[in-house]
């Protein structure tokens, strides 16, 4: 895939909407320092659910890998 230009524009995105569309439940297990983490992650986000930690953590994470595969 070609680079992309330092004259192309940045892309800008739409502010995710956290837990507003539900669409469905992840019920997955996870260990117990991830389950820690998602904890210490809901009070430093200062959000009130573990579904918006990870609404978050996937837009943030889905943000870089466009970025770094040079996606529209």
Known sequence: MPRRSKTTEPVVATPPRF???PDGFLN????????DEIHHLKKSMRVSSQAEVIEKAVAI???IDIAA????
Not at 69 to 72: F, L, N, S
């Open 28 to 35: 997955v297990p996870v260990s117990r320092k991830t389950r």
């Open 69 to 72: 595969r040079g996606e529209d």
């Open 19 to 21: 837990v507003t569309e």
């Open 61 to 63: 994470v889905r943000a």
